[in-house]
């Protein structure tokens, strides 16, 4: 009798507990829903207000957003941390709209900023539509103000970023911005803008230290990755890339003699179709800082511009009078290895260093093969002051003009008829 209701009492005291421990379980795990807080996602409610409460409430508990079936039109929102969970995961099943061009507020620079989000990990099969096309991208040509639309996702201060499989479409300028983060991982990425859409790079890094980017395709109007100052340990691999302007560390010493510095940059294993430059370093006279260490290795160009291209003569401003002016970002350490496929333009491999002695120092080519996409067009190397190991077979053959050993600035124009003009970079 005595140990049956020992039983009985020790039952109960079980089932509390484990009714307890799936509650507790049930609200960490829980998931904010955008509906929840009054979010519609039919396409046309602005659902700002219900999005940043949920995200509020996301941050300070469980930091687990989710955007449900629907259209979500958000205007720009920053998301603030740092947030209480130690991991913070959007979920991104339905698609979240910017609202169209006349709808926006002035003088805003980004759509949807995260800022100081430690371990924020954002996903799903949803897309961000930016809708870069209800005037940003028309407009701005004629106004020469492109460079001023606003960025789709912007990552500030963030440390231990992951973006998985997530999809951004038509962003009004570039798609992504990683800034002054530690460890990203972004893989499967799926970013998409027409081939004529104007300055809107795919992924934009800077100061930034590790970054992996792995699979996934990008194709829009610009660079569909661009590495800038501030960066160090950047691998990219297996990354489709085209339409656009391939991947670019640079433009590097912009905006009279920034000190810029990137090392460590690893892009292996990418196609490029179609594009304009496929691998690429771009520096701008006057620049100081350096760009060192960086390995393209195994990738594939099909019908791209200018495949293979290495250019410290970048010069936004004014391209016709591009000088040889000191001060340079130093080039140092970079390696062109088993990069096979087609050129649609003469120069399929453009190596343009300063004359100034010491600015591009140990460049390899090896196992290159670039032929013309069309059997009428020839192939050629251009190459100027450097002194790169060639490791046989490369393909159109590069024969460089010598290093110099002048150390003052030169101040001449550089000779516009082999920057190519003709296409804008
Ligand atoms: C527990 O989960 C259910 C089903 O997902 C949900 O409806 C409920 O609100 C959750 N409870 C708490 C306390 O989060
Ligand atoms: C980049 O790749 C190299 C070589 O595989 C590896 O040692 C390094 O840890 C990688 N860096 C990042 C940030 O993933
Ligand atoms: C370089 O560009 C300038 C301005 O567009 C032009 O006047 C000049 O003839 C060009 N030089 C060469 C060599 O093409
Ligand atoms: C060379 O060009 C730079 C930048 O335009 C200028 O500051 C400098 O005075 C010029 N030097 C000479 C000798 O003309």
Request: with cysteine; glycine share 10%; charged share 15%.
């Amino acid at each position: 009798m005595a140990t049956y209701t020992m039983l009985a009492i020790t039952c109960t005291f079980m089932i509390i507990g484990l009714i307890g421990v799936s509650k507790l379980q049930n609200s960490s795990n829980s998931e904010i829903d955008v509906k929840d807080f009054g979010a519609i996602g039919d396409g046309i409610t602005d659902d700002t207000l219900a999005v940043n409460d949920a995200w509020n409430e996301a941050c300070s508990s469980t930091g687990r957003l989710t955007f449900p079936t629907g259209n979500f039109v958000v205007q720009p929102s920053i998301f603030l941390g740092p947030c209480k969970a130690n991991t913070v995961v959007v979920n991104v099943i339905g698609n979240v709209i910017a609202p169209s061009m006349k709808d926006w507020p002035k003088n805003v620079v980004t759509w949807i900023r995260f800022n100081n989000v430690a371990n924020l990990i954002m996903t799903g099969t949803g897309h961000f539509k930016g809708q870069g096309m209800t005037g940003w991208w028309d407009l701005c040509k004629q106004a020469k103000t492109c460079e001023n639309n606003p960025t789709a996702l912007a990552f500030n201060a963030c440390k231990g970023l992951k973006l998985l499989g997530i999809t951004s479409d038509d962003s009004p300028r570039n798609h992504i911005s990683i800034n002054d983060c530690n460890g990203a991982v972004i893989s499967n990425i799926n970013i998409n803008a027409p081939a004529n859409s104007p300055n809107t790079d795919g992924i934009d890094i800077s100061n930034t230290n590790g970054v992996q980017i792995n699979g996934g395709h990008i194709g829009t109007g610009d660079d569909c990755i661009a590495i800038n100052g501030g960066s160090f340990n950047i691998n990219i691999t297996n990354l489709n890339c085209g339409p656009g302007h391939g991947i670019s560390v640079g433009s590097l010493g912009r905006n009279s003699g920034r000190d810029d510095v990137v090392s460590n940059i690893r892009v292996v294993g990418c196609t490029f179709t179609s594009t304009q430059n496929g691998v690429r370093i771009k520096t701008v006279p006057g620049g100081s800082g350096s760009a060192s260490q960086i390995l393209f290795s195994n990738i594939r160009m099909t019908n791209v511009q200018h495949p293979i291209l290495l250019t410290q003569f970048y010069c936004v401003e004014d391209r016709s009078r591009c000088m040889d002016i000191r001060p340079v970002v130093q080039i140092n350490g970079v390696s062109f290895f088993n990069i096979k496929g087609t050129s649609s333009l003469p120069n399929a491999i453009e190596i343009k260093c300063s004359a100034n002695s010491g600015s591009c120092k140990g460049i390899t080519l090896q196992n290159i093969n670039i032929q013309p996409i069309n059997p009428s067009l020839k192939v050629q190397s251009f190459c100027q002051n450097a002194d790169p190991s060639i490791v046989a077979p490369v393909f159109p053959p590069v024969v460089c003009t010598p290093t110099s050993l002048i150390e003052m600035p030169l101040n001449y124009s550089y000779d516009n008829r082999s920057q190519g003009l003709a296409t804008t970079f």
